[in-house]
T-cell receptor, first 110, second 112 residues
Framework: DAKTTQPPSMDCAEGRAANLPCNHS???????VYWYRQIHSQGPQYIIH???NNETNEMASLIITEDRKSSTLILPHATLRDTAVYYC???????????FGAGTTVTVRA | EPEVTQTPSHQVTQMGQEVILRCVPI?????FYWYRQILGQKVEFLVS????????KSEIFDDQFSVERPDGSNFTLKIRSTKLEDSAMYFC??????????FGSGTRLTVV
């Protein structure tokens, strides 16, 4: 069972920031938040992960609330190529299996 | 950037036939996985493989399925007697023990 809740879809204007929310209210202390995306039936692609601190890499930023019950993935300047299904996944660092939910379908519009 | 390579990209097979899906994981990775995605549905875990043995498998992975790492590079998924409901995208993935999986681009299996 997925331990996260995400909105089913959202639109974003090209060039604007896309903020993707995720609720994980039952997260436990040793569980990380991971984000993956899947572009049109390709294999899922790793984006970023975090435990409790905010994280940033070349693809995105991850903001985790202080109580760790929710997080937001930020795509700073969305492009048309960012149109994809985005998955927020909670897992422990030693449980390598990924449990995918339905994700958020993000459509970036010109 | 290192890639996970899957072949074939598309396989059509008759019901009841055996199929072998092939994957070449990233060379220094230690953990190997198969996932599948039926059209329009979620990505589902099938099996994980570490140290030349299955470390975990899902309920989907029944005795019709098997995995092998016959040499140092290939990782295969075999379905012994395919059913219509096995039609799906099958994704191979590998992991080095750090953070993120690398998935292959998938094999679309169509059972007719």
């Amino acid at each position: 069972d997925a331990k996260t809740t995400q909105p089913p879809s959202m639109d974003c204007a090209e060039g604007r920031a896309a903020n993707l929310p995720c609720n994980h209210s039952t997260i436990s202390g040793n569980e990380y938040v991971y984000w993956y995306r899947q572009i049109h039936s390709q294999g899922p692609q790793y984006i970023i992960h975090g435990l409790k601190n905010n994280e940033t890499n070349e693809m995105a930023s991850l903001i985790i609330t202080e109580d760790r019950k929710s997080s937001t993935l930020i795509l700073p300047h969305a492009t048309l190529r960012d149109t994809a299904v985005y998955y927020c996944i909670v897992r422990t660092f030693n449980d390598y299996k990924l449990s995918f939910g339905a994700g958020t379908t993000v459509t970036v519009r010109a | 950037e290192p890639e996970v390579t899957q072949t074939p990209s598309h396989q059509v097979t008759q019901m009841g036939q055996e199929v072998i899906l092939r994957c070449v994981p990233i060379s220094n990775h230690l953990y190997f996985y198969w996932y599948r995605q039926i059209l329009g549905q979620k990505v589902e875990f099938l099996v994980s493989f570490y140290n030349n043995e299955i470390s975990e498998k899902s309920e989907i992975f029944d005795d019709q399925f098997s995995v092998e790492r016959p040499d140092g590079s290939n990782f295969t998924l075999k379905i012994r007697s395919t059913k219509l409901e096995d039609s799906a995208m099958y994704f191979c993935a590998s992991l080095t023990g750090s953070y993120g999986y690398t998935f292959g681009s998938g094999t679309r299996l169509t059972v007719v």
